[in-house]
């Protein structure tokens, strides 16, 4: 339960911290940032791959959790942009 709960701790953390410096591009906000954060920390942390490297903390590897949370809010507000363009 631990791990859970710091995969989502990661996610609502690079959500905003992405969604901040994208200056509104995502059109949920942090909340929607976060949902696709935790998609990509989930990817990151458990995966086998890409958990076998790094830190790990509560048996949840940071690096590749960080990284991936960080990949999909990046490809989110991509989308986002996309879609408000063709709008």
């Known amino acids: 339960m631990g791990g859970f709960i ?13 969604n901040s410096l994208m200056a509104g591009k995502i059109k949920g906000g942090v ?3 976060a949902i696709a954060g935790l998609v990509g920390a989930w990817i990151g942390a458990y995966m ?8 790990k903390v509560l048996d949840i590897a940071i690096i590749p959790s960080a990284i ?11 989308l986002s942009l996309v879609a408000q363009k063709s709008s």
């Open 6 to 18: 710091l995969t989502v701790v990661i996610a609502i953390v690079f959500g905003g911290i992405i």
């Open 68 to 78: 991936g949370a960080t990949i999909a809010v990046l490809i989110l507000s991509f």
């Open 31 to 33: 909340a929607e940032a």
């Open 48 to 55: 086998p791959y890409f958990s076998s490297f790094g830190p």
